[in-house]
C-alpha cells in the first residue's frame, strides 16, 4: 500500500518552515508522495486569502525540487467551506493508500474545533510536528478518542506567514524565510504590499 501525505493550509505564502516540515515527512513516515492542499474556503479564517492561483504558483515554485512533493487542488475546486473531512474522504475514495495528515501542533492542540473532527480522527494517521523534542499535547476531548500519531521533530524555526505578510507590507525584506523562487514571484507580483 502507497503511503501519502496531506498537508493543508492556506500557505499564504509557502515559507521555509512548511517545506522543512514537508521534508521531515517524507523522510520519518518514508513517504511515497506527499500532496500541498492550498485551502479553498477557508472557513476559520476572518481575513481574505490571497488569490488561489497565487497561492498555487507559490507552492510549486516552493517545491520544485522535490519530485514527490505535488500540489492539489481539490480544496479550491470544491464550492463552500473546505472541510478536511470532505477532503480525506474524496481523496481516499480515489486512491486506496495509507494517509498520513501533517500537521503543527498549534493545529493539532485545536482539533476539537474542526468540522466533524470525531469522524475524521480515525481515517488518517496525525503526523504532528513536535518542537524543540517535546510531544504536542491534544486537548482532552481528542486524547479520548482513539487515534494514531507520530511525532515529526522539528527543529523550532521563527518563521511564520503572518510575519512574512507584515514584513512584506512594510516593505522589509524577506530573505531566508521563503525560498528564492517565491520571494521572487510575490516581488514580481506585487503581493502583500500595504
Request: net charge neutral.
Amino acid at each position: 500500500m502507497r503511503r501519502i501525505g496531506i498537508f493543508g493550509g492556506s500557505f499564504d505564502p509557502v515559507h521555509v518552515a512548511h517545506v522543512a516540515l514537508a521534508r521531515v515527512a517524507l523522510d520519518t513516515l518514508v513517504l511515497d508522495r506527499l500532496r500541498f492542499l492550498p485551502t479553498g474556503d477557508a472557513w476559520q479564517k476572518a481575513r481574505t486569502l490571497t488569490p488561489a492561483p497565487h497561492r498555487v504558483s507559490m507552492l510549486q515554485r516552493a517545491i520544485q525540487d522535490e519530485p514527490r512533493f505535488e500540489v492539489d487542488d481539490c480544496e479550491l475546486q470544491r464550492a463552500g467551506p473546505s472541510y478536511t473531512i470532505d477532503t480525506v474522504r474524496e481523496l481516499q475514495a480515489a486512491e486506496p493508500a495509507d494517509w498520513f495528515m501533517i500537521i503543527g501542533q498549534d493545529q493539532y492542540a485545536k482539533l476539537a474545533s474542526w468540522h466533524r473532527w470525531r469522524e475524521l480522527l480515525p481515517l488518517v494517521t496525525w503526523a504532528v510536528a513536535a518542537r524543540n523534542g517535546e510531544a504536542p499535547a491534544a486537548s482532552p476531548e481528542v486524547a479520548a478518542v482513539p487515534h494514531r500519531v507520530r511525532f515529526l521533530s522539528l527543529p523550532a524555526m521563527a518563521v511564520s506567514s503572518t510575519d512574512i505578510r507584515a514584513r512584506l507590507a512594510r516593505n522589509e525584506r524577506i530573505d531566508g524565510l521563503v525560498a528564492p523562487t517565491v520571494a521572487a514571484y510575490i516581488e514580481s507580483n506585487h503581493l502583500y504590499r500595504s
